[in-house]
């Protein structure tokens, strides 16, 4: 289950995050509302269980951090039952924002497009998908092709049920579509996600927060994969600083500002715009780092 593999990465992720809350018996008849109690043959035979940013780790251990460093506020959890057929077993997010429904959901993309909500995946019984701020999580606990069918009319009726349709953060149409791995977007505020995707360096050098949004495309030249990165800081001097943070402990032997050969012979190269920090990780030559970094400035104009 996509929740169980996250849970290495979640083990490093710090907490500390505010908590929002006690959920109340309203906030839960309006997440149930969202979803079916039947579908297909299966029935939610037992109460729904109701979790926030504090009593999720009861729910989901370790992973609950990842959950959290993307801002959610509650999760409403559903067990469906039939006889002779594997439990299904359903996991509704409500989260602050739906660029943050947007950014969990980029946290795992692996698998088919399930065409359901605003982007989804399908791989071995597991059904993701986001909406509105709504994240989703369906998953067969064994994969029949009966519960297949299940998960994927129950995705249906969970994605209708979600009148808001959401909109991915701004920053991510920055990232050029040319040369772009499929599904080779991420979406986070921290450092630690980073990692999990790019591993950059154990310390912040970054400076990111939850106060930041990052957007992380992969690119493929020759064979060869590249990173850009886009970070987004709430105020112009926090974007210097973390210029200066970075190309400090990052490139300390750049013989020109903003642009260094690591040790793998790639070039890593990195400008600011206004309020974003722009980097290119393991280019395979000096210009074509430049040009990067250029055409993505082009784009924040």
Not at 189 to 201: A, D, K, M, Q, T
Not at 266 to 289: G, Y
Request: hydrophobic share 40%; aromatic share 12%; charged share 30%.
């Amino acid at each position: 289950m996509k929740r169980l593999c996250w849970i290495l990465i979640c083990l490093f992720l710090i907490g500390g995050m505010s908590s929002m809350g006690a959920c109340s018996n309203d906030q839960k008849v309006i997440l149930g509302g969202l979803m079916p109690r039947e579908i297909n043959g299966w029935v939610a035979r037992e109460k729904d269980e109701l979790y926030d940013p504090e009593t999720i780790f009861d729910y989901i251990n370790g992973a609950g951090e990842v959950y959290r460093s993307y801002n959610f506020k509650q999760l409403l959890a559903r067990r469906f039952s039939k006889e002779g057929q594997p439990d299904l077993v359903a996991d509704l997010f409500e989260m602050t924002s739906s660029r943050d429904a947007f950014g969990v959901f980029t946290h795992d993309l692996e698998g088919d497009d399930a065409g359901v909500g605003r982007g989804s995946t399908y791989k071995g019984g597991l059904l993701s998908f986001w909406k509105g701020r709504f994240f989703v999580s369906l998953y067969a606990e064994e994969e029949t092709e009966e519960a297949k069918k299940a998960l994927f009319a129950l995705s249906q009726k969970v994605a209708s049920s979600i009148e808001e349709e959401g909109e991915k953060p701004d920053i991510v149409s920055f990232l050029p579509e040319e040369a772009r791995v499929r599904k080779g977007v991420h979406y986070f505020h921290n450092h630690l996600i980073l990692n999990y995707h790019f591993y950059v360096s154990d310390e912040n050098i970054l400076l990111l927060n939850q106060e930041t949004e990052a957007a992380l495309g992969t690119y493929r030249e020759k064979n060869e994969k590249l990173y850009l990165l886009l970070v987004r800081y709430p105020e112009k001097s926090k974007t210097s600083q973390a210029y200066q943070s970075f190309t400090k402990v990052y490139m300390p032997d750049a013989k020109e500002a903003g642009i260094v050969q690591t040790e793998d012979e790639k070039w890593t190269a990195s400008r600011v715009k206004d309020d974003i920090l722009v980097i290119v990780f393991n280019a395979p030559s000096a210009d074509f780092a430049k040009r990067m970094i250029e055409h993505v400035l082009k784009r924040i104009d």
